[in-house]
């Protein structure tokens, strides 16, 4: 895919230890297209800081080669289970840290917020999000897995919140 | 305090998205002293990643400059609140990410564990904490924080385990 040097970019990002989604959309010419989008999986076996490091390394390389307007990391849905939260916020740190140290603007929109800016509907079911980001995006079936159709949300509901004439605030 | 050569230096972390503690021991002739301690403090009104990135780049000094046979960075206490939680998740990531960039060997003990090493008994207050490290290791009153005693009660259960014998393994 070829960009117009007029074009935005803003990437998304769903992260999680096992697997850590990512999306980049572009805009041209007023039109939203899908760029590239993947998971970071961690080595089986791996130990947690070694899991941190490949999220931290594997992020900052994709930011650094699309150079987006913005990086939109998922607020994480805290549950119930405290030490399931713990462990997304392992990996969250790590995705806002990657994107702070590239040096773009970091935002964050809780699910409710991107289901709603990509379907209409805070209340959709994940099927809804993922049919809606395909319609848009069409991603090549090897680059839309779940996670990384997360994180095509992601970015597109920071594109959408962009030209809505929101300020893209460093984290919130 | 200088090093003899043949000194081995353990790093103890207590991360914290506003407060992050550090405290560094080293063993000379078998004895252990305090080598350095003190707390990260997050700029007021700075937003999450950038105080994310505070956190990264101060341990990632310190640790560069104490070379430490490893670090130790505590567990967090899940509590029953998620929310606190994931922001506790969020400081240790970064934590772990700064240990394991600098190429040390990572441990993770529970504060259970450490106040066990540390007091002989896992339901030690944090005052028979702050006690047993100001006995050991007389840290200066002005790098004597409660985040720094944390950070130097962590340090000395790494050396403990590792003058136990155990395995420093990466992460666990």
């Not at 999680?16 to 990512?22: A, D, E, F, I, K």
């Not at 809780?110 to 805070?122: C, H």
């Amino acid at each position: 895919m070829t960009h117009a040097s007029s074009s935005m970019t803003f990437f998304g990002v769903d992260p999680g230890t096992r697997v850590t989604g990512y999306g980049v959309v572009s805009v041209v010419n007023n039109t939203v297209e899908w760029v590239d989008s993947g998971v970071l999986r961690a080595r089986a076996g791996a130990q947690l800081p070694e899991k941190l490091a490949g999220i931290y390394d594997g992020l900052s390389e994709k930011i650094a080669r699309h150079s987006p307007r913005c990086v939109c990391v998922e607020q994480a849905f805290y549950g119930k289970n405290a030490r399931t939260a713990l462990v997304l916020g392992l990996a969250r740190g790590v995705a806002l840290l990657a994107a702070r140290k590239s040096g773009v603007n970091v935002v964050e929109y809780s699910p409710l917020e991107i289901k709603k800016s990509v379907v209409g509907s805070g209340r959709a079911t994940k099927e809804q999000v993922s049919y809606m980001v395909h319609m848009l995006l069409h991603p090549p079936q090897e680059s839309a897995q779940e996670d990384a159709c997360d994180a095509l949300a992601a970015a597109l509901c920071a594109f959408y919140h962009h030209k809505a004439g929101e300020v893209l605030a460093t984290g919130r």
